[in-house]
T-cell receptor
Framework: GAVVSQHPSWVICKSGTSVKIECRSL??????MFWYRQFPKQSLMLMAT?????????EQGVEKDKFLINHASLTLSTLTVTSAHPEDSSFYIC???????????FGPGTRLTVT | QKEVEQDPGPLSVPEGAIVSLNCTYS??????FMWYRQYSRKGPELLMY????GNKEDGRFTAQVDKSSKYISLFIRDSQPSDSATYLC???????????FGGGTRVLVKP
């Protein structure tokens, strides 16, 4: 099946620092990757859509300068949370779809805690 | 009003029972419909992927889409305690487009 990995699975950082989260498609090439955040007991909220080699498209209300997304290859997308604050603490999940697929497969998620 | 509505539950059933889940939506342009299962602190796992109206069966899972009523369902037969999770419906306007999720239904299957 289609496997998506994320690294790290859990990160704690201090307020004001930046954190990078990686999303990789392990057994397929992902033309499009999506980044979501999820608060406890809530559903997933799409943050941005990234296509390989082009700029990400951010959802309304998501600060593009704060959440930097880079989709450098067909198997890797990164999300960098810059100048993190405690309110950025959340569960960040990526998903990816293959070249001719409609289905999206999700990574295991990254839990970010900002102290 | 949310674009996709889903009863949050929890839905508690005895082991072996049929679990019935559903979502309603307001945007008639949605064409692709998915069901995901999410365990606590894990990423969602794709269970079913369907296009337009109709039924689809995969093992113990059956997905139904009724576009005229803007209503989709997921049935889980012979439920097991390992099926205890949150089930999320999702839909998109076109294949591979961004997904719009329901709020999720928490299911508890009791042994």
């Amino acid at each position: 099946g289609a496997v998506v990995s994320q690294h790290p699975s859990w990160v704690i950082c201090k307020s004001g620092t930046s954190v990078k989260i990686e999303c990789r498609s392990l057994d397929f090439q992902a033309t499009t990757m999506f980044w979501y955040r999820q608060f406890p007991k809530q559903s997933l909220m799409l943050m941005a859509t990234s296509n390989e080699g082009s700029k990400a498209t951010y959802e309304q209300g998501v600060e593009k300068d704060k959440f930097l997304i880079n989709h450098a290859s067909l198997t890797l997308s990164t999300l960098t949370v810059t100048s993190a604050h405690p309110e950025d603490s959340s569960f960040y999940i990526c998903s990816a779809r293959g070249l001719d697929w409609g289905e999206q497969y999700f990574g295991p998620g990254t839990r970010l805690t900002v102290t | 009003q949310k674009e996709v509505e889903q009863d949050p539950g929890p839905l508690s059933v005895p082991e072996g029972a049929i679990v019935s889940l559903n979502c309603t939506y307001s945007n008639s342009a949605f064409q692709y419909f998915m069901w995901y299962r999410q365990y606590s602190r894990k990423g969602p796992e794709l269970l079913m992927y369907t296009y337009s109206s109709g039924n689809k069966e995969d093992g113990r899972f059956t997905a139904q889409v009724d576009k005229s009523s803007k209503y989709i369902s997921l049935f889980i037969r012979d439920s097991q305690p390992s099926d205890s999770a949150t089930y999320l419906c999702a839909m998109s306007l076109a294949a591979g487009n961004k997904l719009t999720f329901g709020g999720g239904t928490r299911v508890l299957v009791k042994p």
